[in-house]
């Protein structure tokens, strides 16, 4: 048996408006856990929600996310960034090297709310099920048609994600720019 090493940026790679995932570990290499490197855009929130069995680790490599692994005192549909513990947690606002490990069963979510990418490293357990996901949540992303948050939601839900607040991908618009419309994800 052999393992594997990959030089920097090497792996796989999809890339669509809305991220930049690259495949370093996978079920194909004979990995339990699937492991990514993903650039995370300014404005993409990937929504609140929960996954019945997966367990999830992220690492912040580059930038700032905005992360949350907590049952909120009250959710909301709208969005998670005020949302509060009954122990007092809050949103973490997550630099280079912090680390969010979410267990099955919790609400989580991180957001680029910053004007830069973001890179972070991240596993799921068991593989391949976020593998699948990021092959088809970028057909979406990729389909020219917009987003389209049905299939997004009907796709998640086979992918044991339960959505309690939306996806988005707002981007900034540029200073001097006219405003652009936001798009939804």
């Known amino acids: 048996m052999t393992g594997l090493i990959l030089p920097p940026g090497q792996g796989r790679k999809l890339i669509t408006k ?32 929960v ?26 549909e709208k969005d998670w960034h005020d949302w509060e513990s009954p122990d007092g947690e809050k949103v973490v606002r ?4 912090a680390f969010m490990f979410v267990p099955p069963g919790t ?6 709310a910053s004007d830069k990418p973001a890179r972070m490293l991240f596993q799921c357990l068991p593989s391949p099920i976020h593998e699948d996901y990021f092959e088809e949540i970028a057909e979406i992303w990729s389909s020219g048609k917009g987003i389209d948050q049905e299939a997004i939601e009907e796709m998640r839900r086979r992918y044991d994600v ?8 707002e981007p900034p618009t540029p200073v001097g720019s006219p405003s652009a419309p936001a798009r939804g994800a």
């Open 18 to 49: 809305a991220q930049e995932v690259t495949f370093k570990a996978t079920e194909a290499h004979g990995s339990s856990i699937s492991i990514f490197e993903v650039v995370v855009p300014p404005g993409f929130d990937v929504g609140a929600h």
């Open 51 to 76: 996954h019945s069995e997966a367990q999830e680790f992220f690492y912040v490599l580059d930038g700032e996310l905005q992360l949350l692994a907590f049952e909120p005192t009250q959710r909301t």
């Open 94 to 97: 997550a630099t280079e090297g």
């Open 107 to 112: 609400p989580h979510a991180f957001r680029n």
């Open 162 to 169: 339960s959505q309690i607040t939306p996806l988005r991908f």
